[in-house]
Structure formats: structure tokens, C-alpha cells
């Protein structure tokens, strides 16, 4: 009798650690953006994910027992005005991860978001999302955001310390071309946060066939920001700087505003002051940045945003939008949104988003 309980037991636990969950999450995100300044006059549509991009994904994780578990993401984006995939020719093109995690921290490889990213967006007082978000002036695009091909790891953080580290290779036959690396450092004690954050970026081209190889400088983007939790006002502040090549894409490069188009500064410094405060039923959103473009060209930028988050519930708020960008010197920045470039220098959401 005592050997079949033990034997029920062993299989018991056995079971425990075999135990797996997968759920389904996403955001439903679709409104009314208005765009003016811009070559192309007033623009008004039906756009999707002006707060935070649409999409649907799957998380899952395993207990595998002794303390180790494996857990996986795929993330799609989607467009709600449209019904089509964000990114033609792919499924999941936000994330598409597997890793392992226990008392060391978690190890992941696939698609994934950059340290550099994750700390602007936990900075920003608009999540990177609405009119006001950061990247009307700061680089926030591109490979800036995600990259594929990459192994990460994250702490476990200890007495408010936390580490993220990002590898992503290039693939090609010289192993510098085309890779970027970067990690982040944060502390949180109280109300206080502060994460110190780093990319680089190699955009070389090696060599193909009859195809010369092309050799840029060095992309770098360092970020420091910081945010204070008073309860009735949450403060934030960020300053950047970045340098090289590639380091600072136009989310428009498309010549926005006519005449000669705008260059993108390879020399650059970025800085945001904002809050957030709770007010009725909602959020309301503020932040005032400027970009000081320390090339030849000079194209500085000056920006400010508001915003208001009205919650009808844990899961779901419409929201409000408005912010314009004063560019200097033939600057070309615009305001966007969490999945939008923009075409002017002023521009407004009105929306609704739900999470599941």
C-alpha cells in the first residue's frame, strides 16, 4: 500500500511538471486620425492602432520541473480598417520567441523588441502610442524597435536591479555586417525608476558577386530615462543621444513638407519632459520634446503633445489626441502614431481600444 501511494505521488508530480498553459491575448485598436502641415494638405481617415498597434498573439509556457520552465510568443499585427496583415509577407512579424527561464533569468531567441525600445516606451508618457508619442523626434523606427534573428536575456531582478542583454546577427559572411547588439540596466526603488539603455547597430553590406559592398559608420543610440510615481502625477524624463549612420531613421522620409527632402541626422541629441496624471474616469497624457541635430544641417525640432485616456472599463477607453512638431532648417519630422509615420506637423487621434 505504501509503495502504490509513493508510486501515485512520483506520478503526481511528474504530471505537475509536465503541466503546459497557451492563451490567447491582443489589442483592438481603431479610430480617426487627422493630419495637416504636410505637402499633401489635410488628410483625414479610418486608421487602426493610433494608441497601441493592433494585433493578436499566443504566449505559452511548460513547467519542466527543478525550477526551469519554457514559455513561447507569436504576435501578428493586424489592420482593424482594413482586415489585412500590418506586414505583407508575414505572420508574425511583432514577435515570434521561444526561451527558457528559472533562478538565472530567461533566455530567449526569435524576433523580439530591443532593449533601447522597451526602455524609451516604459518612459514615455504615451507608450510610444497616440499624436504625442516619442517617436515624432525620436528614432524610434526600424530595427530601432525589433529585430529578428536575436538572442536576448533578461534578469532576475535583485534588490531593484534588473539586466537585459540583445544580440542580433546579421547573417552574413562577414559576422560584423548587419548584426546589432545592445542591453539596458534599470533600477526601481519606491516610486522612483531609472533605466540607462544602449544600441548599436552595423548596417554593412558585404560583398555579392558583381555587387560592391557598401560600409556605413557605426549607428549608436544611448538612452537615459527616468520616472517619479507622486500617485497624483507620475513625472518622466528621457534624454538620448545618437550617432553614426542608420542611427536616427525618419519615420517619413518621404519629403513630408516639399522642397528638398529632409536628412536624416546622424549626430543628434533627444530630450522629453511629460506626466501622466489620473483625472475623472481616465489619464491624461502630456509631454514636450526637442531634437537638437548637431550636423551641418542643423534641422532641430521642437514638439509637444496632449492626450486624455477615458476608461470605460479595466479593458477598454476611448482616447483623445493632439500634438505639433515646430521643425527648423528643412527638418522633415511628423507627427505619427503607434503605427503610423504621419504627414504633417500637427495631427489628432480620436479612438477606441480594447485588450484581451
Known sequence: MKKTAAILLALSGAAAHAQSTVSIYGIVDAGIVGESGGNGGKVTKVTSGAASASRIGLRGSEDLGGGLSTFFTLESGTRIDTGALDASGTLFNRQAL???????GAVAVGRQYTPWHKALAAMDPFGTGYAGTSKNLFPD??????????????????????VELAYSAGEQTESSAGRQFGGAIGYVRGPLAVRLAYNSRNSDVVANGTTPAVEHSLGRNTLLGASYDLHWLKLFAVY??????????????????????????????DVL???????????????????????????????????????????????????HIRNENGAGYTVANNSESGTGSTGYNLGIRHTF
Open 98 to 104: 521561444v526561451g527558457l527561464q528559472g533562478s538565472f
Open 240 to 269: 538620448g543621444a545618437d550617432k553614426g549612420d542608420n542611427s536616427t531613421p525618419l519615420g517619413n522620409a518621404n519629403n513630408p513638407y516639399g522642397g528638398v527632402a529632409p536628412t536624416a541626422s546622424t549626430d543628434g541629441r
Open 141 to 162: 523606427w526600424g530595427t530601432n524597435i525589433r529585430t529578428s534573428n536575436t538572442v536576448t536575456y533578461a534578469s532576475v531582478p535583485s534588490h531593484g536591479v534588473d
Open 273 to 323: 519632459l511629460g506626466f501622466t496624471a489620473p483625472v475623472g474616469p481616465g489619464t491624461l497624457m502630456f509631454s514636450a520634446m526637442h531634437k537638437d541635430d548637431r550636423t551641418s544641417f542643423n534641422q532641430d525640432a521642437s514638439s509637444w503633445g496632449v492626450g486624455y485616456l477615458f476608461a470605460l472599463s479595466k479593458r477598454t477607453g476611448l482616447y483623445a489626441a493632439y500634438a
